[in-house]
């Protein structure tokens, strides 16, 4: 019998447990996944919305500007890199100018600081090769980028270092509730709680409709985004939007803590959440939509594609569309239709998820011996010259470069083996160290850490997986 199950290791559920950590309560995360992160929030821009594209009041404004702040403390927590670069968001026509007053209006209301309507010119001074064809634009000091990987990651390890138990390849089929109860039906038998939150994401309604009917509709929507060489990202300064005309959708360029540019997202509607292929109309509608913004950006430096999928509710106006965080039954409390900038939200999303909770019953009494930070992990080439002989020194795999482009080390994979919550594929390694993210994407090192993990691991190298299995990279030896 635990006190709190959380169903989903996304960016809610590990936000959820970070949080639970805090209290003497004995709490399970289910993921059906190989890892966390291995839905929606994987696919993600990595920028922290400042909160003035949602409705003025509206829970999806609120969370995203209170989220935003919340971000300073968490990066703090766990060791993490957030850049408050600022975005700046361009108008080429009147009426762009007219929206993006509205969209200043709708911050101030969500509590956002700091904006402001700049000309054109000024637009061009702050970003260097920006489109002559701006007139006006609406700047954002508060928008900032962050390492999601990274986020998902050092959340989930905070948590399990404070006791919080999470259990992979676990999807929960059936929910019942009796007695007060909720007994949890998966493949790895059944689990029982007093409270739950539902973080299931694309799932999300699934789970509640086990519970109560169903008022939502939720279907997949996809969205594909470019990535940049660093070499390219060296340009941009700030998170760019530009303000859509006919059916453009909202398609951004960001720059990224690492120092490349991602570019995207397009917003399609599409027939399965399992759709995370990308499409040639994909990637020609983000060039279309980067060049606009900056005519000079160099596509020939594209290195890698992908794509994700959010949970978009159908069934609602767009106006009256909102983040959905609500007491589905006693005792249990679910998350719907949290798309973009669920991110951002998240924080705030789940912060309010307890105090419903709370509500219903749940005692949060903190714990004594709560850590509450996360010592800092940089990789062996991101160390100074005196930390790294010391490393050297304790184990010289730290001098063996496995992944040039990202410049990881034998060493860092080995230590990143040994911690709480170890990757178990080559997704999850890439997660935490990048490895194969680089110039090259894994041309040059995938042979290496496959041949690293089997030895590590003592299994055959067709045996080590990209994210699941059928995902084998080797199927067997040449004679």
């Given at each position: 019998?635990?006190?709190v ?7 809610l559920g590990v ?5 639970l950590a ?9 993921e ?12 993600n821009s ?6 003035y ?7 999806k404004?609120?969370s995203?500007?209170c989220g935003?702040?919340?971000?300073r403390?968490i990066a703090?927590?766990?060791s993490?890199d957030?850049?408050y670069?600022?975005?700046i968001?361009?108008?080429y026509?009147e ?6 007053r509205k969209?200043m209006k709708?911050g101030e ?7 402001r309507m700049?000309?054109?010119d000024e637009?061009r001074?702050?970003?260097?090769g ?6 006006g634009a ?8 962050i390492d999601?990987?990274?986020l998902?990651?050092r959340s989930?390890q905070?948590?399990?270092m ?7 390849d676990t999807?929960?089929t059936n929910?019942?509730y ?11 038998g059944?689990f029982?709680?007093?409270?739950l939150?539902n ?13 109560c009917?169903q008022?939502?509709v939720?279907?997949p929507r996809r969205?594909?985004?470019?990535v940049?060489d660093?070499?390219?990202g ?5 998170v760019?939007?530009?303000?859509q005309e006919?059916d ?7 720059p990224?803590?690492h120092?490349n540019?991602?570019?995207g997202?397009?917003s ?16 020609e509608?983000i060039?279309?939509?980067a060049?606009?913004i900056?005519?000079?950006i ?8 992908f794509a ?10 767009k106006?009256e ?7 589905s039954?006693p005792h249990?409390?679910?998350a719907?239709g949290?798309?973009?900038?669920g ?6 999303l789940?912060q309010y998820a307890l105090e ?6 749940l005692?949060l009494?903190?714990k ?10 940089r990789?062996?080439?991101k160390?100074s010259c005196?930390e790294q002989?010391e490393?050297l020194?304790?184990?010289?795999a ?6 040039r482009c990202?410049?990881?080390?034998e060493g ?6 040994r ?22 994407q894994g ?8 041949s ?6 003592g299994?055959e ?8 299995k059928g ?5 067997g030896?040449?004679k």
């Amino acid at each position: 019998m635990k006190d709190v199950i959380v169903i989903g290791a996304g960016i809610l559920g590990v936000t959820a447990a970070r949080m639970l950590a805090k209290y003497e309560l004995d709490v399970l995360v289910l993921e059906k996944g190989s890892d966390i992160g291995e839905g929606a929030s994987k696919a993600n821009s990595g920028v922290l919305a400042a909160g003035y594209h949602a409705r003025g009041g509206s829970l999806k404004g609120i969370s995203g500007a209170c989220g935003n702040r919340m971000y300073r403390q968490i990066a703090e927590e766990l060791s993490l890199d957030v850049q408050y670069t600022g975005s700046i968001h361009c108008a080429y026509h009147e009426e762009g100018i007219q929206e993006l007053r509205k969209k200043m209006k709708r911050g101030e209301q969500n509590g956002v600081q700091g904006l402001r309507m700049i000309s054109g010119d000024e637009a061009r001074a702050m970003q260097p090769g920006l489109s002559e064809k701006v007139i006006g634009a609406l700047y954002a000091p508060s928008t900032g980028i962050i390492d999601i990987y990274q986020l998902l990651v050092r959340s989930a390890q905070l948590a399990v270092m404070n006791g919080i138990q999470f259990m992979f390849d676990t999807e929960v089929t059936n929910i019942i509730y009796e007695n007060e109860v909720y007994t949890l039906h998966t493949e790895k038998g059944m689990f029982q709680a007093r409270c739950l939150i539902n973080a299931a994401g694309e799932n999300a309604a699934w789970m509640e409709s086990f519970v109560c009917p169903q008022d939502l509709v939720i279907k997949p929507r996809r969205g594909q985004f470019l990535v940049f060489d660093q070499e390219e990202g060296e340009k941009l300064k700030y998170v760019l939007y530009q303000q859509q005309e006919s059916d453009e959708k909202g398609c951004l360029l960001a720059p990224s803590v690492h120092g490349n540019i991602i570019a995207g997202p397009t917003s399609e509607n599409v027939d399965s959440y399992k759709r995370v292929e990308t499409t040639a109309w994909g990637i020609e509608h983000i060039t279309k939509i980067a060049k606009k913004i900056l005519p000079d950006i160099d596509m020939s430096k594209v290195i890698a594609s992908f794509a994700g999928i959010r949970a978009n509710i159908t069934n609602v106006e767009k106006e009256e569309k909102d983040f959905v965080i609500r007491i589905s039954k006693p005792h249990m409390v679910s998350a719907l239709g949290i798309k973009n900038p669920g991110i951002t939200a998240a924080p705030y999303l789940m912060q309010y998820a307890l105090e419903l909770l709370q509500k219903e019953g749940l005692v949060l009494k903190e714990k004594p011996d709560y850590h509450a930070k996360l010592p800092d992990y940089r990789k062996f080439m991101k160390r100074s010259c005196e930390e790294q002989r010391e490393l050297l020194k304790e184990d010289p795999a730290y001098g063996n470069i496995i992944c040039r482009c990202e410049l990881v080390t034998e060493g860092d994979i080995l230590a990143v083996l040994r911690e709480p919550l170890p990757p178990k594929n080559m997704d999850g390694l890439k997660k935490r160290l990048r490895v194969g993210m680089g110039r090259c994407q894994g041309g040059f090192c995938t042979p290496r850490v496959i041949s690293l993990l089997s030895k590590e691991w003592g299994v055959e190298p067709e045996k080590i997986v990209k994210y699941a299995k059928g995902s084998s990279l080797v199927k067997g030896y040449l004679k």
